[in-house]
Protein backbone atom coordinates (compact mmCIF):
# COMPACT_ATOMS: atom_id res chain seq x y z
CA UNK A 1 0.00 0.00 0.00
CA UNK A 2 0.97 3.42 -0.87
CA UNK A 3 2.28 5.90 1.91
CA UNK A 4 -0.18 8.54 1.13
CA UNK A 5 -3.83 8.63 -0.04
CA UNK A 6 -3.80 10.51 -3.44
CA UNK A 7 -0.97 8.17 -4.59
CA UNK A 8 -3.55 5.25 -4.74
CA UNK A 9 -6.02 7.08 -6.69
CA UNK A 10 -3.33 8.49 -8.76
CA UNK A 11 -1.93 4.63 -9.86
CA UNK A 12 -5.46 3.76 -10.25
CA UNK A 13 -6.41 6.29 -12.38
CA UNK A 14 -3.01 6.06 -14.31
CA UNK A 15 -3.52 2.16 -14.57
CA UNK A 16 -7.61 1.48 -15.11
CA UNK A 17 -8.84 5.27 -15.82
CA UNK A 18 -12.29 3.59 -17.10
CA UNK A 19 -13.29 1.81 -14.61
CA UNK A 20 -15.88 2.79 -11.54
CA UNK A 21 -14.11 4.36 -8.91
CA UNK A 22 -17.58 5.80 -7.42
CA UNK A 23 -21.11 4.55 -7.96
CA UNK A 24 -23.41 7.25 -6.11
CA UNK A 25 -26.80 5.78 -5.65
CA UNK A 26 -29.60 8.12 -5.82
CA UNK A 27 -33.49 7.01 -3.73
CA UNK A 28 -35.47 6.51 -6.88
CA UNK A 29 -32.74 4.34 -8.42
CA UNK A 30 -30.85 6.81 -10.60
CA UNK A 31 -27.10 7.22 -9.65
CA UNK A 32 -24.14 8.51 -10.88
CA UNK A 33 -20.57 6.32 -11.88
CA UNK A 34 -17.26 8.22 -11.45
CA UNK A 35 -14.43 6.60 -13.39
CA UNK A 36 -10.86 6.86 -11.50
CA UNK A 37 -9.83 8.86 -13.99
CA UNK A 38 -12.95 11.57 -13.61
CA UNK A 39 -11.92 11.25 -9.90
CA UNK A 40 -8.21 12.24 -10.33
CA UNK A 41 -9.39 14.94 -13.03
CA UNK A 42 -11.92 16.43 -10.50
CA UNK A 43 -10.02 16.43 -7.44
CA UNK A 44 -7.11 18.28 -9.13
CA UNK A 45 -9.31 21.12 -10.16
CA UNK A 46 -11.20 21.10 -6.50
CA UNK A 47 -6.91 21.28 -5.62
CA UNK A 48 -6.44 24.32 -7.98
CA UNK A 49 -9.68 25.98 -7.05
CA UNK A 50 -8.64 25.80 -3.20
CA UNK A 51 -4.63 27.10 -4.27
CA UNK A 52 -6.76 29.61 -6.27
CA UNK A 53 -8.32 30.85 -3.34
CA UNK A 54 -5.41 30.97 -0.79
CA UNK A 55 -5.38 27.94 0.97
CA UNK A 56 -1.85 26.57 1.70
CA UNK A 57 -0.39 23.19 3.43
CA UNK A 58 -2.10 22.63 7.90
CA UNK A 59 -5.06 24.73 6.59
CA UNK A 60 -8.16 23.44 7.58
CA UNK A 61 -11.19 23.30 4.71
CA UNK A 62 -14.63 22.44 5.90
CA UNK A 63 -17.59 20.48 3.73
CA UNK A 64 -21.07 19.47 4.71
CA UNK A 65 -22.22 17.22 2.49
CA UNK A 66 -24.16 13.71 2.48
CA UNK A 67 -22.56 10.75 0.57
CA UNK A 68 -22.07 11.75 -3.00
CA UNK A 69 -18.93 11.76 -5.37
CA UNK A 70 -18.29 15.49 -4.35
CA UNK A 71 -17.34 14.77 -1.08
CA UNK A 72 -14.52 12.00 -1.87
CA UNK A 73 -13.15 14.74 -4.70
CA UNK A 74 -12.98 17.49 -1.98
CA UNK A 75 -11.21 15.12 0.24
CA UNK A 76 -8.85 14.32 -2.05
CA UNK A 77 -8.42 17.79 -3.50
CA UNK A 78 -7.73 18.91 0.22
CA UNK A 79 -4.98 15.97 0.76
CA UNK A 80 -2.96 17.20 -2.91
CA UNK A 81 -2.39 20.26 -1.22
CA UNK A 82 -1.45 19.12 1.74
CA UNK A 83 -4.92 21.14 3.48
CA UNK A 84 -6.62 19.01 6.59
CA UNK A 85 -10.05 17.97 5.53
CA UNK A 86 -12.58 19.52 7.69
CA UNK A 87 -16.25 17.51 7.00
CA UNK A 88 -19.30 18.35 8.94
CA UNK A 89 -22.38 15.80 9.40
CA UNK A 90 -25.27 16.92 7.25
CA UNK A 91 -27.47 16.73 10.51
CA UNK A 92 -25.76 20.18 12.16
CA UNK A 93 -28.17 22.70 11.56
CA UNK A 94 -27.14 26.15 12.51
CA UNK A 95 -26.04 25.99 16.06
CA UNK A 96 -23.86 22.74 15.43
CA UNK A 97 -22.25 24.30 12.36
CA UNK A 98 -21.36 27.53 13.59
CA UNK A 99 -19.52 26.08 16.85
CA UNK A 100 -17.37 23.56 14.04
CA UNK A 101 -16.55 26.82 11.76
CA UNK A 102 -15.40 28.86 14.41
CA UNK A 103 -13.36 25.80 16.09
CA UNK A 104 -11.49 25.07 12.85
CA UNK A 105 -11.18 27.98 11.71
CA UNK A 106 -12.07 27.52 8.14
CA UNK A 107 -11.82 29.93 5.57
CA UNK A 108 -13.51 27.46 3.00
CA UNK A 109 -16.92 25.55 3.32
CA UNK A 110 -18.31 23.59 0.84
CA UNK A 111 -22.27 23.07 1.03
CA UNK A 112 -25.26 22.09 -0.65
CA UNK A 113 -28.55 24.55 -1.84
CA UNK A 114 -30.72 22.10 -0.52
CA UNK A 115 -31.20 19.25 1.16
CA UNK A 116 -33.71 17.46 2.66
CA UNK A 117 -36.34 19.64 3.19
CA UNK A 118 -33.70 22.31 4.46
CA UNK A 119 -31.48 25.02 2.55
CA UNK A 120 -27.70 24.75 3.69
CA UNK A 121 -26.72 27.70 2.39
CA UNK A 122 -29.15 30.14 3.23
CA UNK A 123 -28.32 28.82 6.71
CA UNK A 124 -24.67 29.37 6.54
CA UNK A 125 -25.49 32.90 5.50
CA UNK A 126 -27.27 33.53 8.22
CA UNK A 127 -24.12 33.13 10.33
CA UNK A 128 -22.09 35.03 8.57
CA UNK A 129 -21.25 37.97 11.22
CA UNK A 130 -20.27 34.94 13.85
CA UNK A 131 -17.90 33.54 11.81
CA UNK A 132 -15.19 36.05 11.18
CA UNK A 133 -12.81 33.28 9.48
CA UNK A 134 -15.29 32.06 6.72
CA UNK A 135 -14.10 34.50 3.86
CA UNK A 136 -15.79 31.39 0.83
CA UNK A 137 -18.87 29.48 1.11
CA UNK A 138 -18.95 27.02 -2.20
CA UNK A 139 -22.49 26.09 -2.81
CA UNK A 140 -21.95 22.66 -5.16
CA UNK A 141 -24.80 23.07 -7.51
CA UNK A 142 -22.63 26.24 -8.59
CA UNK A 143 -19.11 25.06 -7.93
CA UNK A 144 -18.68 23.88 -11.56
CA UNK A 145 -19.07 28.11 -12.61
CA UNK A 146 -16.25 28.77 -10.54
CA UNK A 147 -13.94 25.18 -11.80
CA UNK A 148 -14.53 26.05 -15.60
CA UNK A 149 -12.63 29.13 -15.20
CA UNK A 150 -9.28 27.55 -13.71
CA UNK A 151 -6.46 25.57 -15.66
CA UNK A 152 -4.53 22.86 -13.90
CA UNK A 153 -1.10 22.82 -13.50
CA UNK A 154 -0.43 19.25 -12.39
CA UNK A 155 3.28 19.95 -11.56
CA UNK A 156 2.12 22.88 -9.00
CA UNK A 157 -0.04 20.31 -7.86
CA UNK A 158 2.32 17.69 -7.40
CA UNK A 159 5.30 20.16 -5.66
CA UNK A 160 2.34 21.13 -3.12
CA UNK A 161 2.01 16.74 -2.04
CA UNK A 162 2.26 16.83 1.72
CA UNK A 163 4.85 14.81 4.14
CA UNK A 164 3.17 11.12 4.90
CA UNK A 165 3.20 12.03 8.55
CA UNK A 166 1.31 15.61 7.60
CA UNK A 167 -1.93 16.06 9.23
CA UNK A 168 -4.78 15.26 7.09
CA UNK A 169 -8.47 14.99 8.98
CA UNK A 170 -10.18 17.09 11.37
CA UNK A 171 -13.46 15.59 12.97
CA UNK A 172 -15.67 16.79 15.59
CA UNK A 173 -16.71 14.32 18.39
CA UNK A 174 -18.47 14.62 21.64
CA UNK A 175 -16.66 14.29 24.81
CA UNK A 176 -17.59 13.41 28.64
CA UNK A 177 -18.78 16.43 28.89
CA UNK A 178 -20.46 16.68 25.86
CA UNK A 179 -18.77 19.75 24.40
CA UNK A 180 -17.33 18.75 20.84
CA UNK A 181 -13.71 18.31 20.69
CA UNK A 182 -11.83 18.27 17.46
CA UNK A 183 -9.99 15.24 16.62
CA UNK A 184 -6.71 15.38 14.39
CA UNK A 185 -5.17 12.36 12.61
CA UNK A 186 -2.41 12.34 10.64
CA UNK A 187 -2.29 10.79 6.96
CA UNK A 188 0.29 8.16 7.93
CA UNK A 189 -1.97 6.96 11.15
CA UNK A 190 -5.05 6.65 8.97
CA UNK A 191 -3.11 4.39 6.33
CA UNK A 192 -1.89 2.44 8.91
CA UNK A 193 -5.25 2.06 10.78
CA UNK A 194 -6.84 1.05 7.33
CA UNK A 195 -4.08 -1.12 6.24
CA UNK A 196 -4.72 -3.05 9.59
CA UNK A 197 -8.05 -4.03 8.49
CA UNK A 198 -7.40 -5.08 5.31
CA UNK A 199 -5.01 -7.51 6.75
CA UNK A 200 -7.18 -8.54 9.63
CA UNK A 201 -10.03 -9.48 7.49
CA UNK A 202 -8.06 -10.12 4.15
CA UNK A 203 -9.98 -7.59 2.14
CA UNK A 204 -8.09 -7.92 -1.39
CA UNK A 205 -8.64 -6.13 -5.42
CA UNK A 206 -11.56 -8.38 -5.50
CA UNK A 207 -13.89 -6.77 -3.22
CA UNK A 208 -16.26 -4.03 -3.27
CA UNK A 209 -17.20 -1.43 -0.55
CA UNK A 210 -20.84 -0.39 0.25
CA UNK A 211 -20.67 2.68 2.10
CA UNK A 212 -23.97 3.48 4.06
CA UNK A 213 -22.50 5.02 7.02
CA UNK A 214 -22.22 8.72 6.38
CA UNK A 215 -18.63 10.22 4.88
CA UNK A 216 -18.28 12.77 7.50
CA UNK A 217 -18.24 10.36 10.54
CA UNK A 218 -14.82 7.90 10.98
CA UNK A 219 -16.69 4.83 10.23
CA UNK A 220 -17.89 6.13 6.70
CA UNK A 221 -14.55 8.65 6.32
CA UNK A 222 -12.22 5.69 6.84
CA UNK A 223 -13.57 2.52 7.20
CA UNK A 224 -15.81 3.21 3.59
CA UNK A 225 -14.73 6.37 1.55
CA UNK A 226 -10.39 6.14 2.69
CA UNK A 227 -10.65 1.95 2.43
CA UNK A 228 -11.95 1.84 -0.79
CA UNK A 229 -9.41 4.46 -2.18
CA UNK A 230 -6.43 2.58 -0.48
CA UNK A 231 -7.50 -0.85 -2.09
CA UNK A 232 -8.28 0.77 -5.08
CA UNK A 233 -11.70 -0.59 -5.54
CA UNK A 234 -15.30 0.70 -6.33
CA UNK A 235 -17.27 1.80 -3.18
CA UNK A 236 -21.31 2.35 -3.35
CA UNK A 237 -22.23 5.29 -1.86
CA UNK A 238 -25.87 5.70 -0.37
CA UNK A 239 -26.96 9.06 -0.07
CA UNK A 240 -30.16 8.87 1.75
CA UNK A 241 -30.48 5.90 3.45
CA UNK A 242 -33.42 3.01 2.91
CA UNK A 243 -32.74 -0.11 3.36
CA UNK A 244 -34.23 -2.00 0.07
CA UNK A 245 -32.75 0.39 -1.89
CA UNK A 246 -29.72 -0.44 -0.18
CA UNK A 247 -30.27 -3.89 -0.90
CA UNK A 248 -30.78 -2.94 -4.82
CA UNK A 249 -27.50 -1.54 -4.67
CA UNK A 250 -25.80 -3.91 -3.14
CA UNK A 251 -26.49 -6.81 -5.49
CA UNK A 252 -26.16 -4.71 -8.34
CA UNK A 253 -22.56 -3.85 -7.50
CA UNK A 254 -21.95 -7.14 -6.03
CA UNK A 255 -20.38 -5.62 -2.74
CA UNK A 256 -18.75 -7.56 -0.44
CA UNK A 257 -17.75 -5.50 2.85
CA UNK A 258 -19.93 -3.29 5.09
CA UNK A 259 -18.76 -1.19 7.84
CA UNK A 260 -21.66 0.50 9.15
CA UNK A 261 -23.52 1.19 12.60
CA UNK A 262 -25.86 -1.27 14.43
CA UNK A 263 -29.31 0.48 13.40
CA UNK A 264 -28.19 -0.29 8.91
CA UNK A 265 -27.46 -3.84 10.10
CA UNK A 266 -30.72 -3.60 11.87
CA UNK A 267 -32.87 -2.48 8.76
CA UNK A 268 -31.45 -4.74 6.62
CA UNK A 269 -31.84 -7.52 8.36
CA UNK A 270 -35.59 -6.56 8.97
CA UNK A 271 -35.98 -5.88 5.23
CA UNK A 272 -35.14 -9.08 4.16
CA UNK A 273 -37.22 -11.17 6.67
CA UNK A 274 -40.37 -8.65 5.70
CA UNK A 275 -39.62 -10.42 2.16
CA UNK A 276 -36.50 -8.52 -0.07
CA UNK A 277 -34.25 -10.43 -1.64
CA UNK A 278 -31.04 -10.40 0.35
CA UNK A 279 -27.40 -9.13 -1.19
CA UNK A 280 -25.37 -11.93 -3.17
CA UNK A 281 -21.80 -12.05 -2.13
CA UNK A 282 -21.58 -10.18 0.71
CA UNK A 283 -19.04 -11.46 2.81
CA UNK A 284 -18.29 -9.38 5.98
CA UNK A 285 -20.36 -7.20 8.09
CA UNK A 286 -18.58 -4.89 10.40
CA UNK A 287 -21.23 -3.42 12.78
CA UNK A 288 -19.32 -0.34 14.93
CA UNK A 289 -20.91 3.31 16.84
CA UNK A 290 -23.18 0.88 18.67
CA UNK A 291 -23.28 -1.53 20.98
CA UNK A 292 -24.56 -4.78 18.97
CA UNK A 293 -27.64 -6.42 20.02
CA UNK A 294 -26.22 -10.61 19.86
CA UNK A 295 -29.56 -12.03 18.82
CA UNK A 296 -29.25 -9.10 15.89
CA UNK A 297 -25.95 -10.21 14.90
CA UNK A 298 -27.37 -14.00 15.09
CA UNK A 299 -30.28 -13.12 12.60
CA UNK A 300 -27.76 -10.93 10.31
CA UNK A 301 -25.94 -13.90 9.63
CA UNK A 302 -28.61 -16.08 8.67
CA UNK A 303 -30.68 -13.91 6.59
CA UNK A 304 -27.55 -11.41 5.26
CA UNK A 305 -26.21 -14.65 4.22
CA UNK A 306 -22.58 -12.82 6.07
CA UNK A 307 -20.06 -12.87 8.32
CA UNK A 308 -20.82 -10.67 11.07
CA UNK A 309 -17.34 -9.22 12.82
CA UNK A 310 -17.48 -7.49 16.29
CA UNK A 311 -15.56 -4.24 16.69
CA UNK A 312 -14.40 -1.28 19.29
CA UNK A 313 -12.76 1.97 18.07
CA UNK A 314 -13.36 5.33 18.87
CA UNK A 315 -12.85 8.46 16.53
CA UNK A 316 -9.34 9.31 18.55
CA UNK A 317 -7.79 5.73 17.69
CA UNK A 318 -9.98 4.13 14.76
CA UNK A 319 -10.26 0.28 15.48
CA UNK A 320 -8.64 -0.97 18.03
CA UNK A 321 -10.34 -4.39 18.10
CA UNK A 322 -12.23 -6.86 15.48
CA UNK A 323 -13.27 -10.05 14.97
CA UNK A 324 -12.78 -12.19 12.08
CA UNK A 325 -14.60 -14.21 10.01
CA UNK A 326 -12.17 -17.37 11.31
CA UNK A 327 -13.61 -16.58 14.73
CA UNK A 328 -16.47 -19.15 16.41
CA UNK A 329 -19.39 -17.48 16.00
CA UNK A 330 -19.99 -17.13 19.62
CA UNK A 331 -16.83 -15.17 19.43
CA UNK A 332 -17.14 -13.58 15.59
CA UNK A 333 -20.56 -11.36 16.35
CA UNK A 334 -20.85 -11.88 20.17
CA UNK A 335 -17.55 -10.07 21.35
CA UNK A 336 -16.00 -7.14 20.44
CA UNK A 337 -13.14 -8.85 18.59
CA UNK A 338 -8.86 -8.91 19.64
CA UNK A 339 -7.01 -6.19 19.75
CA UNK A 340 -5.65 -5.54 16.24
CA UNK A 341 -1.83 -6.29 15.89
CA UNK A 342 0.48 -3.44 17.13
CA UNK A 343 -2.55 -2.41 19.44
CA UNK A 344 -2.26 -3.02 23.26
CA UNK A 345 -5.67 -3.35 25.49
CA UNK A 346 -5.89 -3.33 29.26
CA UNK A 347 -8.51 -3.06 31.77
CA UNK A 348 -7.85 -1.72 35.05
CA UNK A 349 -9.77 -0.62 38.70
CA UNK A 350 -9.99 2.52 40.01
CA UNK A 351 -6.73 2.45 41.71
CA UNK A 352 -5.01 1.79 38.21
CA UNK A 353 -3.94 -1.80 39.03
CA UNK A 354 -4.37 -4.02 35.78
CA UNK A 355 -7.18 -6.26 36.52
CA UNK A 356 -7.07 -10.03 35.45
CA UNK A 357 -9.10 -12.04 32.70
CA UNK A 358 -12.92 -11.82 32.92
CA UNK A 359 -12.61 -8.85 35.10
CA UNK A 360 -14.54 -5.41 34.63
CA UNK A 361 -12.94 -2.24 34.79
CA UNK A 362 -11.83 0.90 32.82
CA UNK A 363 -11.15 0.06 29.03
CA UNK A 364 -7.42 1.31 27.80
CA UNK A 365 -5.65 1.32 24.50
CA UNK A 366 -1.60 1.57 23.08
CA UNK A 367 -2.06 1.91 19.90
CA UNK A 368 -0.05 3.50 17.03
CA UNK A 369 -3.62 4.50 15.28
CA UNK A 370 -4.20 7.38 18.15
CA UNK A 371 -4.77 10.91 17.02
CA UNK A 372 -2.10 13.63 16.96
CA UNK A 373 -4.27 15.39 19.56
CA UNK A 374 -7.43 17.56 20.05
CA UNK A 375 -7.65 20.74 18.04
CA UNK A 376 -5.95 23.79 20.22
CA UNK A 377 -6.63 21.63 24.00
CA UNK A 378 -3.33 20.58 25.09
CA UNK A 379 -4.74 19.94 28.19
CA UNK A 380 -7.92 17.97 26.93
CA UNK A 381 -5.37 16.07 24.90
CA UNK A 382 -2.75 15.08 28.41
CA UNK A 383 -6.33 14.48 30.21
CA UNK A 384 -6.87 11.87 27.60
CA UNK A 385 -4.01 9.78 28.73
CA UNK A 386 -2.75 7.64 31.49
CA UNK A 387 0.75 8.44 33.30
CA UNK A 388 2.25 5.54 31.51
CA UNK A 389 0.51 6.74 27.90
CA UNK A 390 -2.61 4.54 27.54
CA UNK A 391 -5.67 6.33 26.29
CA UNK A 392 -8.95 5.89 28.44
CA UNK A 393 -11.92 4.94 26.28
CA UNK A 394 -14.16 6.02 28.93
CA UNK A 395 -15.97 3.11 28.61
CA UNK A 396 -15.96 -0.54 31.05
CA UNK A 397 -15.33 -3.80 29.64
CA UNK A 398 -14.05 -7.31 29.86
CA UNK A 399 -11.51 -9.24 28.48
CA UNK A 400 -11.21 -12.90 28.73
CA UNK A 401 -8.35 -15.68 28.84
CA UNK A 402 -8.62 -15.45 24.52
CA UNK A 403 -8.32 -12.02 24.68
CA UNK A 404 -11.39 -11.05 23.14
CA UNK A 405 -12.88 -7.87 24.23
CA UNK A 406 -16.61 -6.97 25.29
CA UNK A 407 -17.35 -3.22 26.48
CA UNK A 408 -20.02 -3.63 29.14
CA UNK A 409 -20.92 0.08 29.97
CA UNK A 410 -19.75 3.81 29.68
CA UNK A 411 -18.34 5.90 32.35
CA UNK A 412 -19.04 8.70 29.69
CA UNK A 413 -21.95 10.10 29.92
CA UNK A 414 -22.79 10.65 26.12
CA UNK A 415 -25.72 8.68 24.61
CA UNK A 416 -25.10 6.88 21.83
CA UNK A 417 -28.22 6.91 19.58
CA UNK A 418 -27.23 4.28 16.59
CA UNK A 419 -23.72 5.57 16.07
CA UNK A 420 -24.54 9.09 16.75
CA UNK A 421 -23.24 10.65 20.25
CA UNK A 422 -25.35 13.04 21.90
CA UNK A 423 -23.80 15.73 23.71
CA UNK A 424 -26.15 15.07 27.06
CA UNK A 425 -24.69 17.68 28.69
CA UNK A 426 -24.92 20.88 26.14
CA UNK A 427 -28.76 19.54 25.90
CA UNK A 428 -29.28 19.86 29.59
CA UNK A 429 -27.77 23.05 29.56
CA UNK A 430 -29.87 24.46 26.72
CA UNK A 431 -33.14 22.79 28.75
CA UNK A 432 -32.82 24.59 31.92
CA UNK A 433 -32.93 28.09 29.96
CA UNK A 434 -36.87 26.95 28.95
CA UNK A 435 -39.22 28.91 31.04
CA UNK A 436 -41.08 25.86 32.35
CA UNK A 437 -37.85 23.89 33.31
CA UNK A 438 -36.95 23.50 37.05
CA UNK A 439 -34.23 20.46 36.74
CA UNK A 440 -33.50 18.58 33.59
CA UNK A 441 -31.80 15.27 33.30
CA UNK A 442 -31.16 13.26 29.75
CA UNK A 443 -30.41 9.67 30.03
CA UNK A 444 -29.94 6.93 27.46
CA UNK A 445 -33.21 4.47 27.30
CA UNK A 446 -32.98 1.19 25.38
CA UNK A 447 -33.46 0.62 21.82
CA UNK A 448 -33.64 -2.36 19.75
CA UNK A 449 -32.98 -0.69 16.46
CA UNK A 450 -30.57 2.27 17.78
CA UNK A 451 -29.69 1.20 20.74
CA UNK A 452 -30.10 4.29 22.86
CA UNK A 453 -32.55 6.83 22.57
CA UNK A 454 -32.54 9.81 25.03
CA UNK A 455 -35.24 10.26 27.87
CA UNK A 456 -35.44 13.32 29.43
CA UNK A 457 -36.73 13.45 33.03
CA UNK A 458 -37.68 17.13 34.24
CA UNK A 459 -39.37 18.65 37.17
CA UNK A 460 -41.12 21.63 36.00
CA UNK A 461 -41.67 24.77 37.58
CA UNK A 462 -44.90 25.60 39.65
CA UNK A 463 -47.71 26.27 37.73
CA UNK A 464 -46.14 25.32 34.47
CA UNK A 465 -47.02 22.76 32.03
CA UNK A 466 -45.03 20.85 29.57
CA UNK A 467 -45.18 18.40 26.89
CA UNK A 468 -42.64 16.61 24.41
CA UNK A 469 -43.86 18.78 21.52
CA UNK A 470 -42.92 21.61 23.17
CA UNK A 471 -39.74 20.83 24.73
CA UNK A 472 -39.01 19.84 20.87
CA UNK A 473 -40.57 23.46 19.82
CA UNK A 474 -37.96 24.92 21.80
CA UNK A 475 -34.86 23.00 21.00
CA UNK A 476 -36.07 23.25 16.99
CA UNK A 477 -36.08 26.79 17.63
CA UNK A 478 -32.59 27.39 18.93
CA UNK A 479 -31.57 25.42 15.61
CA UNK A 480 -30.20 21.72 17.44
CA UNK A 481 -30.24 18.61 15.37
CA UNK A 482 -33.09 17.12 15.67
CA UNK A 483 -31.05 13.54 16.13
CA UNK A 484 -30.54 15.07 19.57
CA UNK A 485 -33.97 15.85 20.46
CA UNK A 486 -35.03 14.10 23.45
CA UNK A 487 -37.53 11.39 22.21
CA UNK A 488 -39.25 10.58 25.87
CA UNK A 489 -40.30 13.19 28.79
CA UNK A 490 -41.08 11.80 31.96
CA UNK A 491 -42.13 14.80 34.69
CA UNK A 492 -41.23 13.87 38.21
CA UNK A 493 -41.77 16.71 41.44
CA UNK A 494 -38.18 16.01 42.49
CA UNK A 495 -35.54 14.57 40.47
CA UNK A 496 -33.37 11.72 42.66
CA UNK A 497 -29.96 13.37 44.11
CA UNK A 498 -27.15 12.36 45.92
CA UNK A 499 -26.77 13.71 49.94
CA UNK A 500 -24.41 16.46 48.00
CA UNK A 501 -27.05 17.81 46.01
CA UNK A 502 -25.90 15.76 42.61
CA UNK A 503 -28.36 14.02 40.08
CA UNK A 504 -28.62 10.48 40.44
CA UNK A 505 -28.35 9.57 36.95
CA UNK A 506 -28.26 5.59 37.37
CA UNK A 507 -31.64 6.00 39.22
CA UNK A 508 -33.10 7.35 36.12
CA UNK A 509 -31.34 5.40 33.89
CA UNK A 510 -32.92 2.32 35.72
CA UNK A 511 -36.37 4.11 35.80
CA UNK A 512 -36.02 4.59 31.98
CA UNK A 513 -35.13 1.05 30.91
CA UNK A 514 -38.11 0.02 33.15
CA UNK A 515 -40.50 2.30 31.75
CA UNK A 516 -39.33 0.97 27.82
CA UNK A 517 -39.91 -2.90 29.21
CA UNK A 518 -43.15 -2.21 30.49
CA UNK A 519 -44.28 -0.58 26.99
CA UNK A 520 -42.77 -3.77 25.55
CA UNK A 521 -44.98 -5.84 27.95
CA UNK A 522 -47.97 -4.04 26.32
CA UNK A 523 -46.92 -4.37 23.68
CA UNK A 524 -46.36 -7.89 23.41
Known sequence: MKERLIDCVAECAREHPEEPAIVALAPAGAGGVWSWERLWRESGRIATLLLALGVRPGERVAYQLPNRAEFVAITLGALRIGA???????????????????RSGARVLFVLEEHR???????????????????????????????????????????????????????FTSGTSGTPKGVLHRQDTLMHAVRLEIEHLGLT????????????????????????LSLGV??????????????????????????????????????????AEPPRGLRIFVPTGAAVPRELARRAVQTLRTAVCGAFGTTEGCLATLASPADPPEQAWGSDGRALPSIRIRVRDEAGRELPHGAEGHFEIASPTQFAGYLDDPRATADAYTADGWYRTGDLAVIDEAGYLRVTGRVKDVINRGGEKIPVADIEQLLYQHAAVREAAIVAMPDPRLGERACAFIAPRAGCALDLTSLRIFLDERRVAKQYWPERLELLEELPKTASGKIQKYVLRDRARLLCEVREGADA
Do not use: N
Not at 128 to 153: F, G, N, Q, S
Open 84 to 102: ICCPLMPIFRERELAFALA
Open 117 to 171: GRRPSVEVASLAPRLEHLEHTIVIERLEERLERLVTDVRTLDACRPAPDALAQLL
Open 205 to 228: SRDRIYVPSPLAHQTGFLYGMWLA
Open 234 to 275: VQVLQEHWEPRRALEGMREWKTSFVQAATPFLHDLVQAVESG
